[in-house]
């Protein structure tokens, strides 16, 4: 179980993400963090512990972003660790998720993208999500490529 705020708009992310973490913090509370797209990059603030503590440490920085991702969260995979905790970003840092339950054959997925040259910060399950989205994102683009050259 977790908690997951999302939101996009023309006002200022982080203190409507920080807010909605306050509310959702009965559904998980070892750890917090978001992601709030600033000027094109991630800025990913995670930690250990209470919402309070992501708030208190959120308030140092200046983040005019209206876009963000945050999740309130209770581990399944791995110890509540600032590590563990969520956003997920993937290695290139161009996905960053929030995840609530379990994937149960995240193994094989870390095995399969292991083998294919990302790595892993995490002890979670959830980090093979951001990476096997990069990984069929970059499929995706190598294809698009291909076939506009080939139409050259
Ligand atoms: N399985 C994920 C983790 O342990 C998500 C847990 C949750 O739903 O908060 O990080």
């Not at 708009?9 to 559904?27: D, H, Q, S």
Request: proline residues 3%; charged residues 25%; hydrophobic residues 30%.
């Amino acid at each position: 179980m977790c908690g997951i705020v999302g939101y996009i708009g023309t006002k200022k992310a982080k203190p409507i993400l920080i807010e909605g973490l306050n509310k959702l913090e009965y559904r998980g509370y070892d750890s917090a963090g978001f992601t709030i797209l600033e000027k094109e990059h991630f800025k990913t603030l995670k930690n250990k512990g209470r919402v309070k503590e992501l708030s208190d440490l959120a308030n140092q920085e200046n983040l005019e972003g209206s876009v963000g991702i945050a999740h309130t969260r209770w581990a399944t995979h791995g110890k509540p660790s600032s590590t563990n905790s969520h956003p997920h970003n993937d290695n290139s840092n161009t996905f960053s998720v929030v995840h609530n339950g379990i994937i149960e054959n995240y193994h094989e997925l870390r095995k399969f993208l292991s083998e294919n040259g990302y790595h892993f910060l995490s002890e979670t399950d959830t980090e093979v999500i951001p990476n096997l989205i990069h990984y069929y994102f970059s499929q995706e683009e190598n294809r698009t490529e291909k076939s506009f050259l080939r139409s050259c």
